[in-house]
C-alpha cells in the first residue's frame, strides 16, 4: 500500500521503518513516530512549509501563529540555531501538543528551553520588526490576521492558507476570471506588495495538500 503523506493518520512507532534515511528529515520523523501524536501531513506540511522559509528568512525569533502542536516552529530552530526563540501560539493547542514538544526537547536538547508552546489570543501577540512570522494552514480569515499582523510590525511573513472563505476574505475583483481561493491568495499578495514588501510564490507538493501555495514576503528595506 502506498504511503501516503496527506493522510491524517497518527504517526506511530510502528512507522519508524518508514524513515530510515539518516537525514535530518529522517531524524525529525522518526522522533514524531516514537511520540505518537502527529497526524502524518502535518509532519510533511510543516518540514515543507519551514525549509522553504529558511532559504529565504535567516535568524529573527520565530512566530508560529495558528500553531496546532508547533512543529513548524521547532523545525525552524532545528534549521537554523541562529535563532535565539521559537514562540508557538494557538487559541487552543492539542492535548497532544505538549508531549510532541517534550519528545523534540528530548532528541535537540539544546533547543528545549528556546520553543516556547502558549495559548493566547493571535491579535494580541506582540511582534517585532526583527520577528520571521509563520502559519501554516490558518483557517480562512485567520491567514488575513497573520498577514495583518506582521505587515504592522514590519515582520517577515510566510503563510500557507486553507479554509478560503469568499465571504469573507478579499478577492480584489479578480472572482470573475480566478477560482475563488486562487483570488484570494492573488490579493494577498497584492496587498503585500503595495505594504512595501518583496513578495516571493511557492508551492509545496500537492500530494501533501491541495491548498500548497505558500505566500512569503519581507519589507523591502530587510533585504
Same mark, same amino acid.
Given at each position: =500500500?502506498?504511503?501516503?503523506?496527506?493522510?491524517?493518520?497518527?504517526?506511530?512507532?510502528?512507522?519508524?521503518?518508514?524513515?530510515?534515511?539518516?537525514? $535530518?528529515?529522517?531524524?525529525?520523523?522518526?522522533? &514524531?513516530?516514537?511520540?505518537?501524536?502527529?497526524?502524518?501531513?502535518?509532519?510533511?506540511?510543516?518540514?515543507?512549509?519551514?525549509?522553504?522559509?529558511?532559504?529565504?528568512?535567516?535568524?529573527?525569533?520565530?512566530?508560529?501563529?495558528?500553531?496546532?502542536?508547533?512543529? *513548524?516552529?521547532?523545525? =525552524?530552530?532545528?534549521?537554523?540555531?541562529?535563532?535565539?526563540?521559537?514562540?508557538?501560539?494557538?487559541?487552543?493547542?492539542?492535548?497532544?501538543?505538549?508531549? $510532541?514538544?517534550?519528545?523534540?526537547?528530548?532528541?535537540?536538547?539544546?533547543?528545549?528551553?528556546? &520553543?516556547?508552546?502558549?495559548?493566547?489570543?493571535? *491579535?494580541?501577540?506582540?511582534?517585532?520588526?526583527?520577528? &520571521?512570522?509563520?502559519?501554516?494552514?490558518?483557517?480562512?480569515?485567520?491567514?488575513? &490576521?497573520?498577514?495583518?499582523?506582521?505587515?504592522?510590525?514590519?515582520?517577515?511573513?510566510?503563510?500557507?492558507?486553507?479554509?478560503?472563505?469568499?465571504?469573507?476574505?478579499?478577492?480584489?475583483?479578480?472572482?470573475?476570471?480566478?477560482?475563488?481561493?486562487?483570488?484570494?491568495?492573488?490579493?494577498?499578495?497584492?496587498?503585500?506588495?503595495?505594504?512595501?514588501?518583496?513578495?516571493?510564490?511557492?508551492?509545496?507538493?500537492? *500530494?501533501?495538500?491541495?491548498?500548497?501555495?505558500?505566500? $512569503?514576503?519581507?519589507?523591502?528595506?530587510?533585504?
Amino acid at each position: =500500500m502506498r504511503f501516503d503523506p496527506a493522510s491524517r493518520s497518527v504517526l506511530a512507532p510502528c512507522d519508524l521503518g518508514r524513515f530510515p534515511e539518516q537525514t $535530518l528529515f529522517g531524524r525529525i520523523a522518526r522522533t &514524531v513516530c516514537q511520540a505518537a501524536r502527529l497526524p502524518r501531513k502535518e509532519l510533511y506540511e510543516s518540514w515543507e512549509v519551514a525549509r522553504r522559509v529558511r532559504r529565504r528568512f535567516r535568524g529573527g525569533r520565530v512566530v508560529d501563529l495558528a500553531c496546532g502542536h508547533g512543529l *513548524t516552529a521547532w523545525i =525552524m530552530l532545528i534549521l537554523d540555531h541562529s535563532s535565539e526563540r521559537a514562540l508557538a501560539v494557538d487559541t487552543r493547542l492539542p492535548d497532544s501538543a505538549g508531549q $510532541l514538544h517534550r519528545a523534540l526537547s528530548d532528541a535537540w536538547p539544546a533547543l528545549s528551553n528556546r &520553543v516556547v508552546l502558549e495559548t493566547g489570543d493571535l *491579535t494580541r501577540t506582540p511582534l517585532h520588526a526583527s520577528d &520571521v512570522v509563520v502559519s501554516t494552514h490558518a483557517c480562512g480569515v485567520l491567514t488575513d &490576521v497573520v498577514l495583518e499582523r506582521a505587515r504592522a510590525a514590519g515582520a517577515r511573513v510566510a503563510v500557507l492558507p486553507c479554509c478560503h472563505d469568499s465571504g469573507r476574505c478579499a478577492l480584489g475583483g479578480l472572482g470573475g476570471w480566478l477560482d475563488p481561493a486562487l483570488a484570494i491568495d492573488v490579493t494577498r499578495a497584492a496587498q503585500l506588495r503595495a505594504a512595501g514588501y518583496d513578495v516571493h510564490t511557492q508551492l509545496i507538493p500537492a *500530494t501533501i495538500t491541495p491548498k500548497n501555495r505558500l505566500l $512569503l514576503g519581507s519589507p523591502a528595506s530587510a533585504i
